[in-house]
């Protein structure tokens, strides 16, 4: 008798759900017909439903219903998109693990090459990196640009324009990735933190299937801001430098004053204020800065909340 020895490899597709009642069909269907090219491979579907409020959850039944390799988990209120796939990643339970958009702007005919560069090539990460921003509005892209722009000067880290959340990992580089369990979550920030191989793809943006953007100007700010708070101290530093070079500015000046009351000349009583504020302020600016770097540190090391609550799943393990 034949056996196989050849275990098969099981991919692990995550997909945040944010009411996605609309697209959450076509996108399964169109991702089966892509995994079922995939040779040599299993595969599971973990689908978190991130507190949608309308059919999301009826269409993550049925769908589990007709297929068990569905699985779905259901938050009890929108924590967003950076938890919800956290919970996907936490359940994975594939060789490889890749998160998908449901709307269907992540093509998912890049699977196969994906899977490819991970097997064969020996990547630890494959992404997809979008090559324009078509489907979206002037100013968002603008927007998105420039935060772009100022936040890889101010971490340091390989973050950029297009670099989205679609990409396949190893089980090893997604371990990794549950290693860390901040709450403060900016996914982008972690896979460059994490490190590991990375293949880039590029892929065209496409509008989405059905529904429309999660994201509302207020989200993105937000979103923005946490990139930036979660990765970098800079703007507390600057603060300091800038308390350092009015520190500068006032031994010139105090200086000059010095001089002028050695010479014996008149030295007007506005100036010595004006030295004496030049002065405190610019050494508080210097202790503010240094007294934020260590509370920016704390603070966000001790919000050990729960980054999700699941409320139900269709599986045992919750
Ligand atoms: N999403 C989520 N929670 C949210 C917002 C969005 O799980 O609070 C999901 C959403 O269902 C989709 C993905 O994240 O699968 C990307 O969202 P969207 O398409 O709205 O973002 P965009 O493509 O416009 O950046
Ligand atoms: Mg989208």
Not at 246 to 273: A, D, E, I, K
Request: glycine share 6%; hydrophobic share 40%; charged share 25%.
């Amino acid at each position: 008798m034949k056996t196989t020895i050849n275990k098969l490899d099981k991919i692990s597709i995550i997909v945040p759900c944010f009411n996605e009642e609309e697209s959450l069909p076509l996108f399964y269907k169109e991702t089966m017909k892509e995994l079922h090219q995939i040779d040599g491979t299993e595969y599971e579907f973990i689908f978190v439903d991130d507190g949608s409020n309308d059919r999301t959850i009826s269409v993550l039944k049925e769908l589990s219903i007709q297929d068990d390799n569905c699985n779905y988990y259901s938050f009890s209120r929108n924590f967003g998109k950076e938890a919800a796939m956290f919970a996907g990643l936490q359940k994975a339970t594939g060789d490889y693990c890749v998160i998908m958009d449901a709307d269907l702007q992540h093509p998912p005919k890049l699977l196969k090459d994906m899977y490819y560069a991970l097997k064969v090539e020996q990547y630890d990460c494959c992404a997809g990196k979008r090559m324009d921003r078509e489907g979206e509005g002037k100013l968002r892209n603008f927007l998105s640009r420039s935060f772009y722009k100022v936040i890889q000067r101010l971490t340091n880290m390989d973050m950029s324009d297009g670099a989205g959340d679609f990409r396949m990992m190893s089980r090893v580089m997604v371990d990794a990735i549950l290693q860390i369990q901040e709450y403060n979550r900016y996914m982008k920030g972690i896979f460059s933190f994490v490190g590991f191989d990375t293949k880039w793809i590029p892929f065209n943006n496409t509008e989405r299937v059905a529904g429309e953007t999660k994201w509302s100007f207020k989200s993105l700010f937000g979103y923005a801001m946490e990139g930036i708070v979660s990765f970098s101290t800079k703007p507390l530093k600057l603060a300091g430098i800038i308390g350092v070079l009015l520190l500068v500015v006032s031994f010139f000046f105090g200086g000059y004053l010095l001089f002028q009351l050695l010479l014996q000349n008149h030295v007007s009583g506005t100036y010595v204020l004006m030295e004496v504020i030049l002065l405190v302020s610019s050494l508080q600016m210097i202790f503010v800065s240094i007294l934020g770097q260590y509370l920016s540190k704390d603070y966000l090391e001790n919000k050990k909340r729960p980054i999700y609550i699941v409320k139900e799943s269709n599986t045992h393990h919750v």
